[in-house]
């Protein structure tokens, strides 16, 4: 069965380090998706790309990067990790561009910045 | 700012009785709605997506559209205690890109009582 996988599914960090979350989708979907999830708020858009080499900027992206070398994989980057960068991480991934069709969902990377 | 907004709850139902979540959206243009449920520690998962005005059934589910008075909803019938679970609402709307993207509540939590 096709999937989406994240990793690592927890992870805790001290303020400035380098952190990369991993998502890697085997249903072949041009576009991915990087959301954080925080307590009375809804999913934030972090990043996305639309299919290989192109990344575009989220309502929430200051902080964070991705690059897209393939079509399977969407690395999440934080260049030096903050506190305010503590949440829950989703990545996603959709067949189409157009409004209509499911977001699939990986499991999520919980990360504590300390 | 476009918005979603969901009254974040708890709402609590008696087991058998019809659960009742709404939305509203502040963008007019919006054209796609959808209900994803996402269960404590887990990730989104589609529920049901409407399009048009009116009401659209899905065995117990039940979404109802309203564009004029921007408002979307989602009934449950028989709620059942697996039914517990929080309730994300996401509506398209046009991004700064030109493209759309899911811009989404922060959910309402339901709590069916047996």
């Known amino acids: 069965d096709a999937e989406i996988t994240q990793s690592p599914r927890h992870k805790i960090t001290e303020t400035g380090r380098q952190v990369t979350l991993a998502c890697h989708q085997t249903?072949?979907?041009?576009?991915m998706f990087w959301y954080r999830q925080d307590l009375g708020h809804g999913l934030r858009l972090i990043h996305y790309?639309?299919?290989?080499?192109?990344?575009n900027k989220g309502e929430v992206s200051d902080g964070y990067s991705v690059s897209r070398s393939n079509t399977e994989d969407l690395p999440l980057t934080l260049e030096s990790a903050a506190s305010s960068q503590t949440s829950v991480y989703f990545c996603?991934?959709?067949?189409?561009?157009?409004?209509?069709?499911?977001?699939?969902f990986g499991e999520g990377s919980r990360l504590t910045v300390l | 700012q476009k918005e979603v907004e969901q009254n974040s709850g708890p709402l609590s139902v008696p087991e058998g009785a019809i659960a009742s979540l709404n939305c509203t959206y502040s963008?007019?243009?919006?054209?796609?709605f959808f209900w994803y449920r996402q269960y404590s520690g887990k990730s989104p998962e589609l529920i049901m997506s409407?399009?048009s005005n009116g009401d659209k059934e899905d065995g117990r589910f039940t979404a109802q559209l309203n564009k004029a008075s921007q408002y979307v909803s989602l009934l449950i019938r028989d709620s059942q205690p697996s039914d517990s679970a929080t309730y994300l609402c996401?509506?398209?709307?046009?991004?700064?890109?030109?493209?759309?993207?899911?811009?989404w509540g922060a959910g309402t939590k339901l709590i069916i009582k047996p």
């Open positions: 996603a991934s959709k067949h189409g561009q157009d409004m209509a069709g499911e977001l699939f």
């Open positions: 249903w072949n979907h041009n576009n």
């Open positions: 790309s639309y299919g290989v080499h192109d990344t």
């Open positions: 963008d007019r243009g919006s054209q796609s």
């Open positions: 409407i399009y």
């Open positions: 996401a509506v398209y709307v046009l991004y700064m890109d030109s493209n759309y993207q899911l811009i």
